[in-house]
């Protein structure tokens, strides 16, 4: 029997982490036996349970060896006193890799089923061929993560894939500052709950870190799985440390305790919040003698309300934690608008933070820059203190820094270009004008160091900056100071951005500056303003007037990429010499007798001088989607797409179209990128805009008229196997759609019989491009997909390629025909309930125009 490739990726995995298969083996073994071969959990978060189950029972082989020679060489009696002696300490704590950020687990803020990408999996059994078990290797049953304990968690169907990273980056600190403000997650918000609406608060805070107890490099953790390979083994050989060690497995922070004496700490912060019940209004400097204090124990009690320990992923703290936790954030009102956060961890960290609030009649305010600020505090306070005044308090000075900000901010003189532009809130999905696309006009948003630069109508009159909404991971980020009570999933984030909107006093303010947006801020601007992030020589932009659904949770790729076992070869030995034009050069479209490349169209090049499908050739094409009936089919002996669906019962091939195909010059041809038969393969150069259609979630239209016969996009997606999709199907919540693959099926038919590896599909989920948002329509599209050869001769893998079927005005809604067969209730794409609005629509018509052959 073949190896598990499962347990084969798992041993890579492993590898990239510096630990062997020897070591790997056994508590892989145990894993799969403990999980019932539940392989989702051991993958999850590239394997992070195996990666801490084998570091466990390194460490526990490690103690025990280590037990064992101070066994040796002790008498017995010492024996029995250290014995005794350690009965009287605490037990120490599970020296495993703690996942920082754990429980902050990303959720995609978009509740549309549509998304498969971002749910949940239900894990397969399958079967496991494995070595031996180590005796050493029973430790791992203390693993925490345990399938039920996991089983409400958002569990990826491969290794670490983009989409995770990048969620996970949108939940990694960019700064020390960042890190305490993400795991104070909903609790300042809560703290804050009694401030006006109106007013706008703004936050300075400040970080002190002990050296001692020095973070390395926190923040700066690489995010990516490649910091796995540079930091490989770092909990074993920095174990005996004295400081903790972050550690990066799959883009995910591992914090590697200290060895010190357990204290019940945690690194996962904040843990509380102190409300003084006396306060000393309008008196900063006895703010700060009320801290000093409250230590001192003088002042009356404080009221302690527990914030939780490890944020769970919806941002609810989990209390079970709670004995476990000794930082702490302490709340300190003085009365005025202004307010004191101080928050310590058990890391040694403290932060303070204040928070002005500006009062609903400072329309005119604007956010000074932090240099200024300091500057003009400094100013303060040798003027004010002559320096080192005995009344000089670290408290004044905070509230001087406050008053400054709120001064400079004031002052209409100040309008440099340094100042931070802050504006009333504005969704950007609501207000933006539909008509017309976001690159075309004059209104810009910019950041302090312009990398992040788009422009928008004029006419619209939008401000100057734009308002981010909360990034839509579930995550609250309490660098948006408006986002009291709101939250991304569930709809809340609608709600608040509604309230917003509808509330002409409200105020609430996002610095829209570069270094202070988090990845996931980054993220929606990219999305909103290109979402294909850059990758398209044209920029695609994002509009939604309908409602307040947050971009799509997805990863833009420019090309299709190969998932795992999907079986491309671009040998260029494959092209053989007599079908490539390797004596052509300059434009192969103006010679007199087209080259070899024309052969697959019957000697004549399918394109027009001007890029476009020859009447002919889109006419066939056209045809064959809209009566399949009239052209050829072909039935597999064993058909790969039944035979995925079940591979104990194959059912008779339904059919597939014997599809025509355009056959672009590529690499081993003379001619020049420019040549006219190469058109797909140059990518999109359409204006196109991704918006919310009224009934079919998003959708894709063209900004510019396009002639009959113009290419607009091709279907980008991951390059599956059937069997690999079918398996991605499977594990997808029952109901829950799978709406984004494609078969390449367009050659089957002279194939013989397909390996599982030749038979291949894109899947557009997780990973794809504008393509995946085009919608169906019965019959009558606008558009028809062309199968076309570039890289290989085989056409078990190719480019699915849209062309217009006739003139399509700009901004009318581009479509094409999936070919569905709503009858099909065993299709990986469910079938769903046809909005299309073509008076030949099969969904409505059914049985009799049901299409017989399904080609997605
Ligand atoms: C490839 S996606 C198209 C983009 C999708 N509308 C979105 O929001 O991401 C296919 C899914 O879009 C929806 N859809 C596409 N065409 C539709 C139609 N004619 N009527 C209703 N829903 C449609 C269905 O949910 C389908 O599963």
Same mark, same amino acid.
């Given at each position: ?77 010492? +024996? ?174 591992? +914090? ?533 050869? +570039? ?66």
């Amino acid at each position: 029997m073949p190896p598990n490739p499962r347990v084969a990726k798992a041993f890579r995995a492993m590898r990239d982490l510096g630990i062997t298969e020897d070591k790997v083996k056994p508590v892989l073994k145990n894993l799969v036996k403990l999980y019932e071969k539940n392989w989702d959990y051991i993958e999850a978060e590239n394997y992070r349970v195996l990666a801490d189950a084998i570091f466990d029972n390194e460490e526990a082989e490690a103690n025990q060896a280590a037990q064992n020679k101070k066994k040796l060489d002790i008498t017995q009696e010492s +024996v029995l006193e250290e014995e005794a002696e350690e009965q009287d300490e605490p037990e120490r704590p599970l020296k495993r890799l703690r996942l920082k950020y754990k429980g902050q687990a990303s959720e995609s803020c978009n509740n549309s089923n549509r998304l498969a990408g971002t749910s949940l999996i239900i894990p397969k059994d399958e079967p496991v061929e494995l070595p031996e078990v180590h005796p050493q290797a029973q430790s791992i049953g203390m693993v925490g993560a345990t399938p039920t304990d996991s089983g409400t968690k958002r569990i990826e169907s491969q290794h670490l894939s983009r989409e995770s990273l990048d969620r996970s980056k949108g939940k990694q600190p960019i700064s020390p500052n960042a890190v305490t403000i993400q795991e104070r997650t909903g609790r300042s918000q809560h703290v804050g709950a009694n401030k006006s609406r109106t007013n706008i608060p703004t936050t300075i805070e400040s970080v002190v870190v002990p050296h001692q107890m020095g973070l390395i490099n926190r923040g700066k953790e690489a995010l990516s799985p490649h910091s796995t390979k540079v930091e490989k083994r770092l909990e074993s050989e920095q174990a005996s440390l004295a400081v903790p060690i972050e550690k990066t497995v799959g883009g995910q922070i591992l +914090v590697q305790p200290k060895e010190e004496p357990f204290t019940g700490d945690t690194l996962d912060l904040p843990l509380a919040v102190i409300h003084p019940e006396t306060l000393n209004n309008g008196d900063s400097s006895k703010g700060n003698s009320s801290i000093e204090e409250q230590q001192e124990g003088s002042e009356p009690p404080l009221v302690l309300e527990y914030l939780g320990g490890e944020v769970t992923s919806d941002g609810v703290p989990d209390l079970s934690s709670k004995t476990r936790m000794n930082s702490q954030l302490a709340t300190i009102p003085d009365g005025s608008s202004s307010e004191l956060q101080v928050a310590s961890s058990p890391m040694g960290e403290v932060k303070i933070s204040l928070n002005c609030n500006i009062s609903p009649e400072r329309h005119d305010f604007h956010m000074p820059t932090l240099d200024a600020v300091v500057k003009s505090v400094e100013d303060r306070c040798l003027r004010s203190y002559k320096l080192l005044d005995p009344n000089f308090s670290v408290m004044k000075l905070m509230k001087d820094i406050c008053e400054c900000f709120l001064e400079l901010g004031s002052e209409s003189s100040n309008e440099s270009e340094e100042t931070m532009q802050v504006s009333p809130r504005i969704d950007l999905l609501k207000k933006f004008p539909t008509g017309y696309p976001l690159v075309s006009g004059g209104t810009h948003f910019h950041t302090s160091d312009g990398l992040c630069n788009a422009q928008s109508e004029t006419r619209v009159g939008l401000p100057q900056t734009l308002q981010l909404p909360p990034p839509c991971n579930g995550i609250n980020d309490s660098t948006q100071p408006h986002k009291e009570g709101s939250h991304c999933n569930g709809g809340s984030h609608d709600d608040d951005v509604q309230n917003n909107l509808d509330d002409p006093n409200c105020r609430s303010l996002v610095v829209a500056q570069q270094h202070q947006l988090t990845p996931d801020q980054m993220r929606y601007l990219h999305d909103v303003f290109d979402i294909s992030k850059g990758q398209e020589r044209v920029v695609i932009s994002i509009v939604n007037e309908i409602n307040s659904e947050c971009t799509p949770s997805f990863h833009y790729i420019p090309q299709n990429a190969v998932f795992q076992n999907a079986y491309m070869n671009f040998s260029l030995a494959r092209i053989e010499d007599d079908n490539c034009c390797s004596t052509c050069c300059g434009d192969c479209l103006s010679l007199s007798t087209p080259c070899p490349c024309a052969y697959e169209t019957g000697g004549e090049f399918a394109y027009t001088a001007e890029g476009l499908v020859k009447e002919e050739f889109l006419k066939e094409c056209i045809s064959m989607n809209r009566d399949p009936q009239k052209h050829c089919q072909y039935f597999c002996k064993e058909c790969p797409l039944e035979r995925s669906k079940n591979e104990d019962i194959i059912e008779p091939c339904k059919g597939h179209l014997v599809r025509k195909f355009i056959k672009e010059c590529w690499w081993k041809c003379g001619c020049t990128k420019q040549c006219g038969n190469r058109v797909v393969q140059r990518g999109i150069t359409r204006n196109l805009q991704v918006f919310m259609t009224e009934a079919k979630g998003w959708g894709l239209r063209t900004l510019e008229e396009l002639p009959k016969g113009a290419f607009v996009c091709e279907y980008v997606g991951e390059v599956l196997t059937n069997a690999e999709l079918f398996d991605r199907v499977s594990r997808s919540p029952k109901g829950e759609a799978h709406s984004y693959p494609v078969l390449l099926d367009a050659d089957w038919g002279c194939e013989g019989v397909l390996k599982d590896e030749e038979a291949l599909c894109l899947d557009a989920t997780h990973y794809g491009n504008v393509a995946r948002f085009i919608n169906h329509r019965c019959f009558d599209s606008n558009m028809v997909e062309i199968p076309v050869e +570039v890289e290989t001769p085989d056409h078990h893998y190719y480019h699915l390629a849209f062309f217009t079927t006739r003139k399509v005005k700009a901004m009318e809604e581009l479509t094409w025909d999936y070919g569905i067969d709503f009858d099909d209730v065993d299709h990986p794409v469910k079938a769903f309930r046809c909005q299309c609005g073509s008076k030949f629509c099969r969904n409505i018509r059914r049985p009799s125009r049901s299409r017989s052959s399904s080609r997605r």
